[in-house]
């Protein structure tokens, strides 16, 4: 199958959480993010949205690096000629260097127009077979106990099959043992989005008494290293987040033994094609995979939901209701949870319609970017 892209609309958005959301790096009170619509010769409309943020706090991409590189360099490639598979784009883009949440947001649009022309709901069209996915909930860092107790009373009452909270250096220990004291069977996790160092392997090694399915990246973002001497001094198995960026960093840290579950973000390493691969490594080193977050809007929460149907995501994703986020989300129907499962939609492509008035709505600027004719 041919795919011609015709032209690229980049849409710059901006919408309130519902409630501020706080890590050891920062807190968003507002979302601003990017998102690609692809359109083919036959007016097919394929969506991605990048998950990079407006600072760089999680990574070095925001949402302006996204949109310069996609403007000067990743639609140009991807407008330049026909494509047979959305492989090739991802191959086209391997010519430009990291940028992977912005070489996602694009690459996944033209896998929807490809899904959406083969007829197929992108989860097939990935390989992937589950009918329903099993959801956890990421939970910020909170002003007290009190309030985080309340909040995961909450989600554990709507069914999310495991609860994350946020840790940093002072909201730790003494804040999990707190919530293993209230919830002992809850299936717990910790996430450091990197505020730790070897220095503090003592605090670390305290966590061990909770029974944590897993410590998320606790120590640096680009660092495979410190976690391979730190997983041997922990009973926790560590996950990896931020660290790792691509098949080649997730082999390594697999030879290194850095750590024993890796988190996916199709953003973060570049797109479906590679967290694909990923993947596939994980499942034949028996290492389990999960689905990260990066506090999508409708559209990147669709693409999450079809790449955890592929067999080796067994452990809860991250991939919350969309009410959990927002008001109202720009995808019919929104994304539901209903006893911690999220049944996966059987609509060719993504498999939600995109609310354009939402769209509008919520859109700052925007750009069109065409073929050239010939
Ligand atoms: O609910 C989500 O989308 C994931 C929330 C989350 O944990 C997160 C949110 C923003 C930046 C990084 C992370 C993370 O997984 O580290
Ligand atoms: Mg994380």
């Known amino acids: 199958m041919t795919i011609s892209i015709e032209y690229v609309i980049l849409r710059h958005l901006r919408m309130e959480l519902k409630s501020p959301f706080t890590t050891s790096f920062g807190t968003f009170q507002a979302k601003e993010f990017l998102l690609v619509e692809a359109v083919d010769r036959d007016g097919v409309s394929g969506w991605g949205e990048s998950v990079a943020f407006a600072a760089p706090w999680y990574s070095e991409e925001t949402v302006k690096t996204n949109w310069h590189m996609l403007e000067d360099f990743l639609v140009p490639l991807a407008l330049a000629e026909p494509i047979d598979h959305p492989e090739e784009l991802s191959t086209r883009f391997n010519a430009i260097r990291q940028n992977h949440m912005a070489k996602a947001a694009l690459e996944g649009a033209v896998w929807d127009v490809y899904a959406k022309r083969l ?5 097939q069209a990935l390989g992937g077979t589950k009918k329903e996915i099993e959801v956890g909930v990421s939970i910020g860092i909170q002003p007290t106990v009190g309030d985080l107790l309340r909040v995961i009373e909450r989600y554990v009452a709507q069914g999310y099959r495991r609860i994350k909270v946020k840790i940093k250096p002072g909201w730790d220990v003494d804040v999990i043992r707190e919530v293993r004291r209230v919830f002992p069977n809850v299936p717990l996790m ?3 989005n990197s505020a730790y160092t070897l220095a503090d392997v003592d605090r670390l090694k305290a966590l061990d008494e909770f029974g944590l399915m897993m410590i998320e990246q606790p120590l640096a973002a680009d ?3 410190d976690h ?3 997983q041997p ?3 926790t198995p560590i996950c990896l987040d931020e660290s790792v960026r691509s098949y080649d960093d997730a082999r390594k840290a697999l030879d290194l033994g850095s750590c024993r579950i890796i988190n996916i973000k199709i953003g973060r390493v570049g ?5 694909k691969r990923i993947h596939d490594l994980c499942a034949e080193r028996g290492v389990p995979v999960w689905c990260g977050g990066m506090l999508e809007a409708g559209i990147g929460r669709a693409h999450n939901i079809a790449i955890t149907t592929l067999e080796n995501f067994t452990l809860p994703g991250d991939t919350a209701a969309s009410s959990h986020y927002w008001e109202r989300d720009l995808i019919i129907p929104e994304v539901e949870v209903d006893d911690g499962l999220i049944r996966v939609p059987d609509a060719p492509g993504i498999g939600y319609s995109i609310d354009r008035r939402q769209v509008e709505r919520y859109t700052q600027f925007a750009k069109v970017f065409h073929r050239a004719t010939t």
């Open 223 to 225: 660092d495979l290293i």
């Open 271 to 275: 797109g479906l094609r590679e967290a």
């Open 228 to 230: 391979a001497r730190l």
């Open 119 to 123: 007829g197929v709901p992108l989860y």
């Open 190 to 192: 910790a996430d450091a």
């Open 233 to 235: 001094l922990l009973e």
